[in-house]
């Protein structure tokens, strides 16, 4: 069974839009993809089957919440816009972003035109750049709802939702595209292989490769903990005050008030804050059910950045050893937390 043994440049990647490190010239001098050891057939097959897999399932499922948010108008609030937003970037990456990087890891080189080259690097880098920021805004918008309700929820209209959403594109298209296609020109000349694929400004500098990631991956890490942690404290806040009253108006004996009082069920007053957050509302017969509702919209309120920050780890870890040491990260680990991260 051959393996894949790294001897030069970074390899293009797909669902980080960054750039594998690689020490300068002086140290360890260049690599280049074509210098891999070939994958054998059957390796082959089951690296192109196993992409296939998950290129199919990032896809479907993202279309699946495109598709319900189209023809489900209850699902069409201000807070599914971002959610909309941010499926059709993870769509661009399973259609055409991890189908190509699987062709180029299969193969050993890359087979397509230099111009296919910039192309799909900048649809990558801004596709998944842009998914972090996504989430980035998700996070923010949800602590200024819980923080000033009354004030932000003027402000938060369907034009600021827009034009929040179309900032995130904007901001991650002007950060890579100009730049992977005017490195050549800048630089005098176009340093990367035809047979290779990466962006030319990472291939040997690993400060710059660190700086990047630390803009693409963990700031908007960092940013999404903070605003979380200030929902959740402003949450505890606003949800044991609206407790406390409600207990006031549905229990109006004396007694009754004060064992409630005593027996302030926190948990779920923060699920019905969150509830409110997120604009969730499950009724039947016209009754609503705060339990049901806070738990679900709870589990909404993490799920999406728990998973951001489980599958994106690992590579990013991956890549900032790979710095300092390129061969303490082994070519199997170092693919499966790439792909995890798509």
């Known amino acids: 069974m051959s393996t894949l043994k790294y001897t030069s440049t970074e390899t293009a990647e797909l669902g980080v839009s960054t750039s594998i490190c690689m020490e300068t010239n002086n140290s360890l001098g260049n690599k280049t993809l074509t210098e891999y050891e070939q994958f054998t057939k059957l390796q082959s097959i089951l690296i192109a089957l196993f992409a296939g897999i998950l290129a199919v399932l990032t896809l479907g499922g993202n279309l699946l ?13 201000l807070n599914n ?3 909309v937003s941010l499926s059709v970037a993870d ?18 080189y890359w087979p397509f ?9 900048s649809m990558d880098y801004v596709m998944t750049y842009s998914s972090a920021l996504h989430l980035v805004i998700i996070c923010v918008d949800r602590y200024f709802s819980v923080k000033k309700p009354l004030t932000y929820r ?16 904007v901001i991650s298209s002007l950060l890579w595209i100009p730049l992977i296609f005017a490195m050549p020109y800048i630089e005098g000349e176009r340093t990367v ?18 700086t990047t990631h630390v803009l693409a991956y963990w700031l908007p890490v960092f940013i999404m903990i903070a605003f979380y942690q200030r929902v959740y404290s402003a949450a505890i806040e606003h949800a044991a005050f609206k407790s406390k009253y409600a207990c006031r108006a549905e229990i109006p004996d004396s007694k009754a008030t004060n064992n409630c009082r005593g027996k ?4 779920a007053s923060i699920n019905s804050t969150v509830t409110t957050i997120n604009g969730v509302s499950d009724r039947k017969g016209g009754k609503p059910h705060p339990d049901r509702e806070g738990d679900k919209a709870a589990r909404t309120l993490t799920a999406i950045p728990l998973a951001f920050i489980i599958t994106w780890t ?9 710095c300092f040491c390129t061969n303490c990260v082994p070519n199997a680990v170092y693919h499966i937390g790439m792909y995890k991260s798509k």
């Open 81 to 83: 816009y971002f959610l």
């Open 314 to 322: 690992p590579y990013h870890v991956n890549v900032i050893i790979s």
């Open 91 to 108: 769509s661009a990456i399973g259609l055409i972003s991890m189908p190509l990087y699987t062709v180029y890891v299969v193969l050993g």
């Open 264 to 267: 302030l069920d926190i948990h």
């Open 113 to 121: 035109s230099s111009l296919l080259c910039d192309l799909w690097l």
């Open 154 to 169: 003027a402000y938060r209209t369907f034009k600021n939702v827009l034009r929040m959403i179309i900032s995130v594109w």
């Open 65 to 77: 919440v495109m598709i319900s948010f189209g023809i489900n108008k209850k699902l069409r609030i």
């Open 193 to 210: 292989p035809e047979t290779d694929c990466y962006i030319q400004f990472l291939h040997s500098n690993a400060y710059v490769t660190i």
